[in-house]
């Protein structure tokens, strides 16, 4: 096997992993929040041997650097805590589709942060994405655990967006796995306080759920979708990640017999049809820069 078909495949099983997490937020029986905290501190702990076992710096060039990483660290604790508790009160199906509705923030939030024209284009496809969104809730009241599931969710897309906004920043700057290190070190920093207030007791079962969450799940799964950028495009990766709400809500109806209903599915080809084609405009577009 050549290296690109390694890298190739080195993003299906990163993208399997990313889509197989939502169920743990099923499997553990524990708080949303205590579930992203142990997440992010597995993670973080296998990403900081990780590093040291390649002997590579963890230190960062400047003070801002570090305040602009802890920063990313609060909105990815905002971030994974939203999602699983979106799940928890709904369906995976709904925290993975609303996730896949961040290209919908990041249409608006990327030019103005970085001073880019807006297009037309992807203005109509995020409103188009909207339309999914608003196809899945069947009444619109707080009192239906659909409706709060797609309020977290989307507060979860909306943090995600933002995150992904400044790894932008620090895409060009530090490796992947630094960047992570960081992130995730600091959500767990933030999300510690949560313990003393909500007390939990952890079962075998759940300390096993969330080692395996946090390192093959998490840090696993990023480690092997970074490997394989070194050799996949970035537009590529970006056409398979959209697979990433179809694994999990496929697993979700073999491993916890969640069965998705019309307004879900239909939906969901709305959010995930719009995701695919713009993913596919934007190769189209690097292609013609190229």
């Avoid at 797609?150 to 400044?166: C, P, Q």
């Avoid at 993913?279 to 013609?288: K, N, R, V």
Wanted: proline share 3%.
């Amino acid at each position: 096997m050549n290296q690109q078909k390694k890298s190739l495949l080195s993003v299906h099983i990163a993208v399997l992993g990313f889509g197989l997490s939502g169920l743990f937020a099923k499997l553990v029986n524990q708080p949303a929040i205590v579930i992203a905290w142990g997440r992010v501190v597995f993670s973080s702990i296998f990403l900081f041997i990780l590093l040291k076992l390649r002997r590579q710096s963890v230190t960062l060039k400047c003070r801002k650097d570090y305040l602009l990483m802890a920063a990313a660290g609060i909105l990815l604790a905002v971030h994974w805590s939203t999602f699983m508790q979106s799940i928890q009160v709904a369906t995976v199906a709904v925290g993975t589709l609303t996730f896949s509705t961040y290209p919908l923030f990041v249409t608006f939030l990327e030019p103005w942060l970085y001073h880019e024209r807006l297009k037309k284009s992807n203005v109509i496809c995020a409103f188009i994405m909207l339309a999914g969104v608003m196809l899945i809730v069947p009444e619109f009241h707080l009192d239906n655990s659909m409706t709060q599931g797609v309020i977290w969710g989307m507060i979860g897309s909306l943090t995600y967006a933002l995150l992904s906004l400044m790894n932008r920043r620090f895409s060009d700057q530090y490796p992947g796995t630094l960047v992570s290190l960081y992130e995730q070190g600091t959500a767990a920093v933030v999300l510690f306080p949560a313990l003393f207030f909500l007390l939990p007791v952890f079962s075998a079962r759940d300390i096993a759920g969330l080692v395996i969450l946090g390192i093959a799940f998490t840090a696993g799964s990023h480690s092997l979708f970074i490997s394989g950028l070194k050799h996949v495009k970035v537009q590529t990766a970006g056409i398979i990640s959209s697979l990433e709400s179809v694994y999990g809500i496929l697993a979700a109806l073999i491993v916890l017999h969640e069965i998705p209903g019309l307004r879900e599915l239909a939906g969901g080809v709305i959010i995930m049809g719009v995701v695919f084609y713009s993913t596919l405009a934007s190769a189209g577009e690097q292609h013609t820069a190229d």
